[in-house]
């Protein structure tokens, strides 16, 4: 059974110091390399932990404040650029009109973690549709209605 590798508290901070610098670098090396790609937002996010495996960073690219087709259209364009696929979701907030579809692009770039992101609002028809699917799928997952 293997230990974790701890370190100091200063090495810690210098870990993360390190890797918020190298998400720093891939976010402007994103930008700079793709000008022609939407982007709403970068958000980034570095996490320095005693423990190395677990320090880490993110660089997020949100795509809102336009119409859902050319967001979604953006994340799968980002997803392409970044060699990776995009995963959509359809989320219910049940008991309520509120649902949502979540595109989402993730890939390693120079150890970082690069996310795209954006939401599509279905039609009220959509909707109905997911959640009529989704209930028979429950029925036939439970054995069926008797």
Do not use: C
Request: proline share 3%; no cysteine; charged share 25%.
């Amino acid at each position: 059974m293997s230990e974790k590798t701890e370190r100091s508290p200063l090495a810690t901070i210098e870990a993360f110091e390190s890797v918020a610098f190298r998400a720093a670098q891939v976010g402007r090396q994103l930008l700079a390399e793709h000008p022609d790609l939407l982007v709403g937002e970068v958000r980034v996010h570095a996490f320095g932990y005693r423990d190395p495996e677990s320090t880490k960073a993110e660089v997020e690219i949100s795509i809102f404040n336009t119409d859902a087709v050319r967001a979604t259209d953006a994340v799968r364009a980002w997803a392409e650029a970044l060699g990776t696929e995009v995963d959509v979701r359809f989320h219910d907030a049940k008991n309520t009109a509120h649902a949502f579809e979540y595109h989402h692009a993730e890939q390693m770039v120079n150890g970082i973690t690069v996310s795209v992101v954006a939401t599509r609002q279905p039609t009220h028809e959509e909707i109905t549709a997911w959640r009529t699917a989704s209930s028979a799928d429950s029925k036939d997952a439970a054995g069926g209605a008797q």
